[in-house]
């Protein structure tokens, strides 16, 4: 027990004074770096490369801190340089970045591998029809992972992740384990986004590129000194975090659906990107890679277009 005891003590203390560290890090960038320079201008600029262009969008929800000025250009990796050089990293990564085309609509996918999909089979069928219907339209996401979803088959969910990344796509972290902030300890939420870093900047960086992306679990800010703290937190590691404007409720849809019938779920997005159009320069849209999306993606994808959105 005495040892039991210690170890926790040990391991606490090792924590605190990592996480110290990285704030008093965070303190002197700040003060080192004017406050011209924007959070994403951060997050994406810490190389000696200016960005061609910045576009600004129009204000976002309150309560929603969707990127607000993005650079441009970036993705995608090609497909050859991606075989050519795909387990070593030469360079140092480069940040990702999202193309903007107004009016924009960014596609993004939560929760990857995918807890509802117990089954490792059908869920890498799942993911190669998505990423087919979306090489298609040539069309490119953000696809948020929680690294703890993964390590039950780590290598088979490192071999989907690649599978992403491969194809253009860009990943984010949405944690280690997908915890709500306003129900969780601030100091253990940190913990858990830096756990769920390593196997993510890991696959990134064997196609030279950086892990720059984060959404909110639930897209649960926090309030008070936990909503601060994790801002400042993310902020120091050099995060642009991604909000959304637009809920697809696939995930509810995907548990609801009988007899293959989608047409409420796709009565429901189109209502959306019907209703949104024309009101921001910018729209982010939530997904989560599941069945009812392997099978109705490319329609989604269709009427997006149609309606005049310009696809990342
Ligand atoms: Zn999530």
Known sequence: MRLGKLAVFVVYVFVATGCSILKNATKEQRQESPQATSQVEKAVLPTAQPPKAIVTAKSSPATEPVGRQQPLPAIPPTKDAAVDAPHTQAHEPKPQKIIWKHPDLLVTFDDFPCQRESRLKKQKEINQKIIAILKKYDVHTIVFANASMMMSHVEECTDMLREWVKNGHLIGNHTYSHQKLSKTDLLEYEMDIIRGEPLLKKVLAEYGQKLTYFRYPYLDYGSGKEKAGVAK????????????????????????????????????????LMDHFGKNEREIIIFHINAINAENFETILKEAKALGYKLV
């Open 233 to 272: 937190f993310l902020e120091a590691r050099g995060y642009e975090v991604v909000g959304i404007t637009i809920d697809s409720l696939d995930w509810l849809y995907n548990a609801r659906i009988k007899n293959d019938d989608a047409s409420a779920y796709l009565a429901h997005v189109r209502k959306q």
